[in-house]
């Protein structure tokens, strides 16, 4: 069997301000080529921050392990930040991650179509039908030439989840992709979403609210344990899995 694709160990991330200090430890985290991920937790608990650091986007404080195996080579993450190698990091995410955002994160001046050819386009992957393919699966085909400022809350959460999937990555990290609509769409949406990335082989990361509906869709639940002080301005959340 392949080995992780994500190997942590003693990851810890610590956010201080003005009277609060937060802090996410991950003690031990393997996840696994394929696997389907949720990170279910309330506001403030560090899904985003833990997942930020996944996207190689944010610094851990501290790490003993940090390994990233893909395509059969194996990265260490925590070297490549103790070295301040961010163009390398960037160049990972680039090629091998999709992030799909919580605000969709579209490009306003952009068309749908522009949005999703953005990925392969920074990679400089030609175009193989695969966005149009893309944007027939998720419903978008009628509005490829709109912009975002056109389009339905729901049909901008789907156009990132194509922009997410065009340049065929080998994870997608989702924070909240269906946060803003309602509950019946978001599990539609979600349902779409990981039956693309369940065709495609593709590991998949997603932090969410909602547990019922994830539920039925067989992801993994990390498991996480969140700590406040009494007067609530030191919190710690422990993540492991
Ligand atoms: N840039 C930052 N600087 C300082 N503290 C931060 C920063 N970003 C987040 N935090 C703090 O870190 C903690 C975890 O935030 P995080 O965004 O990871 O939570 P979350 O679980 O994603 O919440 P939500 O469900 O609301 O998106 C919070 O207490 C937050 O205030
Ligand atoms: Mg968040």
Not at 108 to 131: A, F, Q, W
Not at 152 to 166: D, H, K, M, P
Not at 171 to 199: H, K, L, W
């Amino acid at each position: 069997m392949a080995g992780p694709i994500y190997e942590l160990k003693e990851v810890v991330k610590t956010r201080a301000g003005d009277g609060y200090s937060f802090r996410l430890r991950v003690p031990s985290l393997r996840i696994s080529p394929g696997e389907k991920i949720a990170l279910i937790g309330e506001s403030g608990c560090g899904k985003s921050t833990l997942l930020d650091m996944l996207a190689f986007v944010l610094q851990p404080s501290g790490c003993e392990r940090f390994r990233f195996n893909v395509e059969g080579k194996e990265h260490d993450i925590a070297r490549a930040w103790k070295r301040r190698r961010q163009n390398r990091l960037a160049a990972l995410r680039r090629r091998h991650l999709g992030y799909v955002m919580q605000t969709g994160g579209l490009l306003p001046y952009l068309t749908v179509r522009e949005n999703m050819e953005l990925s392969r386009r920074i990679l400089g992957m030609k175009d193989d039908g695969t966005v149009a393919a893309l944007a027939r699966e998720l419903g978008l085909h009628r509005h490829l030439e709109k912009r975002p400022g056109e389009l339905s809350t729901g049909e901008r959460q789907r156009v990132a989840i194509g922009r997410a999937l065009a340049h065929r990555p080998s994870i997608v990290i989702a924070d909240e992709p269906t946060a803003s609509v309602d509950p019946f769409a978001a599990e539609r949406i979600m349902a779409i979403f990981i039956e693309m990335v369940e065709a495609r082989n593709i590991t998949v990361i997603v932090a969410s609210h909602a547990w019922r509906h994830i539920k039925q869709l067989g992801l993994r639940r990390l498991a996480h344990h969140t700590r406040r002080s009494r007067d609530g301005s030191l919190a710690e959340t422990v993540v492991s899995g």
